[in-house]
């Protein structure tokens, strides 16, 4: 088995990697501008995705121009969130280079898509038995849906980890999963990170909520989409806090909701009651304004303030310090919730504001910390590690190597025989 590496290696976005010039796994984009997607498209004879997150999902309809029917192989959840997020994508950025596929490679995508659940081995171009693949997903805790992806050739098993996580979230459990593999390709996007436990970012995240509302003020909690908004709106639920909910991450809540999703979630009843808790906002422009002059919670996409909603909530909030913007994810260099954090002031809309309510940050990260990596990796002592999937994957891979680990870091372009 050899693996090239498409996306993804060294960086965060635009996770690619293709085994044996067959087998696609994963096929993001990096939504920065401009965007940037995988170093080559490749011809794939099947594809099995992760989740449903952009940079992991965002290139996919793409590969289906022409006469390219390779068949997708992911959970329902990571199913029904691509589709979501290329419709999104289509809507936005259609007929640019900012969105490399039409609307017939997104109706192509449902119809080769096939769907299975956690621990379900499946063949793949005929299985392990006949020159293919006998595959596994195993739930990595990241986001709904989300799987690790173990791989067997009949030679060789390679775990590919995809995100993951391994603390508990309130949606979510963390991961349990260790299948016996010869070689694992791990993500590092928190490899030089260690985190308080979850339970205090979320004491200190709710006594924040608390006090803004009890001084009379507003907080517009900016969050991405997929899984951060839900999480969040949960949280919330579990601690009795009232809250609206705007932006995509509410299309988001409903497909998870749908009955054929809900096994994908630690208990169903948690979303469900978040979803009870918070009031969705219908998206008019007068109806924001009016909420935002509430004491209250809005709990909006975008998660980094370069769109959505919260390009309404922040200017009609931002003059008055008693107020708040408190963000619950990693906020990328050049992006306007990162500018806030440092300087005080944002470019919204084009237009640079000055910005008096209070700017925090809780990181709520749906990624494993150092700690959590290493406790992941201790089960593979013995195995291959390729590390890939974030900022620093050399210096991780050294630190591994130098705990005894088989290690390295590849770059892009890369061909690993295993």
Same mark, same amino acid.
């Given at each position: 088995?050899?693996?090239?590496?498409?996306?993804?290696?060294?960086?965060?976005?635009?996770?690619?990697?293709?085994?044996?010039?067959?087998?696609?796994?994963?096929?993001?984009?990096?939504?920065?501008?401009?965007?940037? =997607?995988?170093?080559?498209?490749?011809?794939?004879?099947?594809?099995?995705?992760?989740?449903?997150?952009?940079?992991?999902?965002?290139?996919?309809? !793409?590969?289906?121009?022409?006469?390219?029917?390779?068949?997708?192989?992911?959970?329902?959840?990571?199913?029904?969130?691509?589709?979501?997020?290329?419709?999104?994508?289509?809507?936005?950025?259609?007929?640019?280079?900012?969105?490399?596929?039409?609307?017939?490679?997104?109706?192509?995508?449902?119809?080769?898509?096939?769907?299975?659940?956690?621990?379900?081995?499946?063949?793949?171009?005929?299985?392990?038995?006949?020159?293919?693949?006998?595959?596994?997903?195993?739930?990595?805790?990241?986001?709904?849906?989300?799987?690790?992806?173990?791989?067997?050739?009949?030679?060789?098993?390679?775990?590919?980890?995809?995100?993951?996580?391994?603390?508990?979230?309130?949606?979510?459990?963390?991961?349990?999963?260790?299948?016996?593999?010869?070689?694992?390709?791990?993500?590092?996007?928190?490899?030089?990170?260690?985190?308080?436990?979850? !339970?205090?970012?979320? !004491?200190?995240?709710?006594?924040?909520?608390?006090?803004?509302?009890?001084?009379?003020?507003?907080?517009?909690?900016?969050?991405?989409?997929?899984?951060?908004?839900?999480?969040?709106?949960?949280?919330?639920?579990?601690?009795?806090?009232?809250?609206?909910?705007?932006?995509?991450?509410?299309?988001?809540?409903?497909?998870?909701?749908?009955?054929?999703?809900?096994? =994908?979630?630690?208990?169903?009843?948690?979303?469900?009651?978040?979803?009870?808790?918070?009031? =969705?906002?219908?998206?008019?422009?007068?109806?924001?304004?009016?909420?935002?002059?509430?004491?209250?919670?809005?709990?909006?996409?975008?998660?980094?303030?370069?769109?959505?909603?919260?390009?309404?909530?922040?200017?009609?909030?931002?003059?008055?310090?008693?107020?708040?913007?408190?963000?619950?994810?990693?906020?990328?260099?050049?992006?306007?919730?990162?500018?806030?954090?440092?300087?005080?002031?944002?470019?919204?809309?084009?237009?640079?504001?000055?910005? !008096?309510?209070?700017?925090?940050?809780?990181?709520?990260?749906?990624?494993?910390?150092?700690?959590?990596?290493?406790?992941?990796?201790?089960?593979?002592?013995?195995?291959?590690?390729?590390?890939?999937?974030?900022?620093?994957?050399?210096?991780?891979?050294?630190?591994?190597?130098?705990?005894?680990?088989?290690?390295?870091?590849?770059?892009?372009?890369?061909?690993?025989?295993?």
């Amino acid at each position: 088995m050899d693996v090239e590496f498409l996306g993804g290696a060294r960086e965060i976005g635009r996770s690619a990697i293709l085994v044996d010039d067959r087998l696609l796994l994963d096929y993001g984009m990096d939504s920065g501008d401009p965007p940037r =997607f995988p170093i080559r498209e490749p011809d794939p004879d099947a594809v099995v995705v992760s989740h449903g997150h952009l940079d992991h999902v965002g290139s996919l309809p !793409s590969l289906l121009s022409g006469d390219a029917r390779p068949p997708v192989y992911w959970t329902s959840p990571t199913r029904d969130l691509a589709l979501l997020l290329a419709r999104d994508t289509l809507d936005l950025h259609g007929g640019t280079y900012d969105c490399p596929f039409t609307e017939a490679e997104i109706a192509r995508l449902t119809q080769v898509s096939t769907t299975h659940g956690y621990r379900e081995p499946f063949s793949v171009l005929g299985g392990a038995d006949d020159g293919g693949y006998d595959v596994t997903f195993y739930d990595a805790g990241h986001i709904p849906g989300s799987a690790h992806v173990l791989v067997d050739d009949g030679e060789t098993r390679l775990f590919y980890s995809g995100d993951f996580h391994t603390e508990d979230q309130q949606l979510l459990a963390g991961t349990t999963a260790r299948p016996e593999a010869d070689a694992v390709i791990v993500e590092s996007t928190y490899a030089d990170t260690e985190r308080e436990p979850r !339970s205090a970012i979320e !004491s200190a995240f709710v006594e924040s909520l608390r006090t803004t509302l009890w001084e009379g003020g507003t907080v517009v909690v900016p969050a991405f989409a997929i899984g951060r908004t839900q999480e969040v709106l949960a949280i919330c639920a579990a601690h009795d806090v009232e809250c609206y909910a705007d932006g995509m991450g509410t299309r988001v809540a409903e497909l998870l909701t749908r009955p054929r999703n809900r096994e =994908f979630l630690r208990d169903p009843d948690v979303l469900r009651r978040a979803t009870a808790n918070a009031r =969705f906002v219908t998206g008019r422009t007068g109806q924001r304004k009016r909420i935002a002059a509430q004491s209250t919670v809005i709990v909006t996409t975008s998660g980094m303030l370069h769109g959505g909603p919260a390009m309404t909530y922040v200017p009609e909030i931002r003059t008055h310090p008693v107020n708040k913007i408190t963000f619950t994810g990693y906020q990328v260099d050049g992006t306007p919730g990162r500018e806030l954090l440092e300087t005080g002031s944002a470019e919204i809309d084009g237009q640079l504001m000055p910005i !008096s309510a209070r700017a925090e940050h809780y990181d709520f990260s749906a990624h494993a910390d150092r700690n959590g990596l290493r406790d992941f990796l201790d089960a593979y002592a013995d195995a291959t590690i390729l590390v890939n999937h974030g900022d620093r994957c050399e210096r991780f891979a050294s630190d591994l190597c130098g705990a005894g680990y088989d290690a390295a870091a590849p770059e892009l372009g890369d061909r690993c025989a295993l």
